[in-house]
């Protein structure tokens, strides 16, 4: 079992930045892709972002290229969001997601293990 919880949510105007962290802990996640999805009210969840446990090619949604940045820190089993120039558009609760497997995906019914979330609210 992997366990992932979230933390950094918060309610910031229009154009300000926020830092999501998601600790990781449980089995080894070395082979894992992780993400980000999140999902605002009456819509669905959407990707937002992933990255290898161990590799560097990071993965965007089209909405937050330029102003969301993955990263992981292996040392402390912590994966990061950046989030910056956000927007009222952003607000939703922002999960991270574990999914074992060969080929990043972002199909949220694919990943094997969420957080609980955590709540991101921009205001105009």
């Known amino acids: 079992q992997v366990q992932l919880v979230e933390s950094g949510g918060g309610s910031v105007q229009a154009g300000g930045s926020l830092n999501l962290s998601c600790l990781v802990s449980?089995?080894?996640?070395?082979?894992?892709?992780m993400a980000w999805f999140r999902q605002a009210p009456g819509k669905e969840r959407e990707f937002v972002a992933g990255?290898?446990?161990?590799?560097?090619?990071?993965y965007y949604a089209d909405s937050v290229k330029e102003r969301f940045t993955i990263s992981r820190d292996n040392a402390k089993n912590t994966l990061y969001l950046q989030m910056n120039s956000l927007q009222p558009k952003d607000t939703a609760v922002y999960y991270c997601?574990?999914?074992?497997?060969?080929?990043?995906?972002?199909?949220?019914?694919?990943?094997?293990?969420w957080g609980q979330g955590t709540q991101v609210t921009v205001s105009s």
């Open positions: 997601a574990a999914d074992r497997t060969t080929l990043p995906r972002t199909s949220s019914g694919q990943y094997d293990y």
């Open positions: 449980g089995r080894a996640v070395g082979t894992y892709f």
């Open positions: 990255i290898w446990w161990i590799g560097s090619d990071p």
